[in-house]
């Protein structure tokens, strides 16, 4: 079965189009696999390979095929196969895991143990979806309405060096989209000054630590269901006709997404910054004035908004999944995001060949950025009081580092203040991981 869409995407009935993170309301295929023979077990992006993970689960029957349609007259409609929801109004692991389809059991095993590990707050978000895919051939992961489902790339549940290597090793279809530009658009994520967790690499021999995988996972997580919530909300459920398909029910709602409200009533301003997403996340060739643009540039037109991440000017369904993540992160890890935009010289290898123009770590807690996200968690997270967290939220500290490298503790030598990082190749897209 080929899959035809890459990302979030709204599937207006009235159109019979499908539009991706606010692009121009035609379908978008999914790019062709580009790993090299023998690096991917299968060769293919094809998802039939998936099987129900609970065979005796409730809606096990329809699972795949609801999951996996990609023709309109395939969809599922909610009596076929309902949100969780609507059946369960607070679901716990086993719930959850009733809806989940997976390429390789390790998948679910692992997804099993985090869910295990997670708050009961977060796994209330489940709600709002039909179904969860991990194959190893996603990438990215990505949210679709027009099933309900949420297909996650399984990248972010390896620990194991076997496991990683069932996982497709092709790149993110986006990689490579700043290159033309003079900067580049960079985020992570800190704890106590210093790596909150380590990606790892699908292209050694070395396993991840669990802790890590805990923390990678639930960035993706919150990222992705803050769009499966973003279209209906839970209070919503009793009013939806279940003979209506997912997408025909959002049609339906009368209110709006919730990124709709956000965008009318407190929309992004910069014009200069939507259009160099455009070149970042979509792929479009830079005008000569968006090439030259430097990265002290865009970082002052950032600070001048209310964003929470560049990739939030990809589109409005990214505005509200970045403002949600980085806000539940802090709240439930108090994990910082350094979000910055650097400029590349030299080789390009090393932490000290990217310049910074702007940056600042925690900027969620900007006034501006703040009342934009408590917006947001509070129409996602209506069961938990975010208040204090909001108001006892440190003030965004602003990067003082002339490059990449994370600043040393006080006290190190000079010797250790320049060799560990400066000496050990960083991967770029460890900072350019922005999740559909």
């Not at 390979?49 to 023709?71: E, H, I, M, P, R």
């Not at 290159?179 to 994520?189: F, T």
């Not at 910055?340 to 932490?351: D, L, Q, R």
């Amino acid at each position: 079965m080929y899959r035809k869409l890459i990302c979030t995407i709204f599937f207006p009935v009235v159109l019979g189009l499908a539009s991706c993170g606010g692009s121009d309301g035609t379908l978008v295929p999914v790019p062709q696999s580009n790993a090299a023979p023998g690096e991917d077990p299968d060769n293919s992006d094809s998802l039939e390979d998936v099987a129900v993970w609970k065979s005796n689960g409730t809606y096990a029957n329809a699972l795949y095929s609801c999951a996996l349609a990609d023709q309109q007259v395939e969809f599922c409609n909610l009596n076929t196969l309902p949100l969780l929801g609507m059946e369960v109004s607070n679901p716990g692991v086993q719930d959850i895991m009733g809806r989940l389809l997976v390429s390789h059991d390790w998948m679910a095993e692992r997804f099993e143990q985090l869910l295990q590990q997670y708050p009961q707050e977060m796994l209330i978000l489940f709600r709002g979806l039909t179904a969860i895919v991990i194959d190893d051939d996603i990438r990215p992961a990505y949210y679709w309405s027009a099933t309900g489902a949420i297909y996650l790339d399984p990248n972010y549940l390896w620990t194991s060096v076997d496991e990683k290597q069932t996982i497709n090793r092709k790149q993110d279809y986006r990689a490579g989209f700043s290159d033309p530009l003079s900067l580049r658009a960079w985020g992570r994520h800190l704890k106590n000054g210093t790596y909150a967790f380590n990606y790892g690499s699908l292209h050694d021999e070395n396993p991840r630590d669990f802790n890590d995988v805990l923390l990678i996972n639930a960035r993706l997580l919150l990222h992705e269901l803050a769009h499966v919530n973003d279209y209906l909300p839970y209070q919503s459920y009793d009013d939806i006709n279940r003979s209506r398909r997912v997408y025909q029910a959002i049609d339906d709602f009368a209110s709006g997404s919730l990124s709709d409200r956000l965008s009318r009533q407190q929309p992004l301003q910069s014009s200069v910054l939507s259009g160099l997403a455009k070149v970042m996340f979509h792929g479009d060739d830079p005008s000569a004035a968006q090439a030259a643009y430097s990265a002290a540039e865009a970082g002052d037109e950032f600070e001048a908004d209310a964003a929470a991440d560049m990739y939030s000017y990809s589109s409005q369904y990214e505005d509200v999944a970045m403002l949600f993540e980085v806000a539940m992160m802090k709240y439930f890890w108090d994990i910082d995001y350094q979000v910055a935009f650097v400029s590349p010289i030299g080789a390009e290898k090393y932490c000290n060949e990217y310049l910074i123009g702007w940056s600042a770590t925690n900027w969620i807690a900007d006034t501006d950025v703040k009342a934009r996200a408590m917006y947001v968690t509070n129409e996602l997270m209506p069961n938990i009081d975010l208040t204090l967290f909001y108001q006892d939220m440190p003030a965004p500290e602003y990067s003082s580092a002339t490059n990449w490298c994370l600043p040393q503790p006080a006290g190190s030598s000079a010797l250790s203040k320049m060799s560990a990082q400066q000496l050990t190749p960083l991967n770029p897209a460890d900072f350019e991981m922005r999740i559909h």
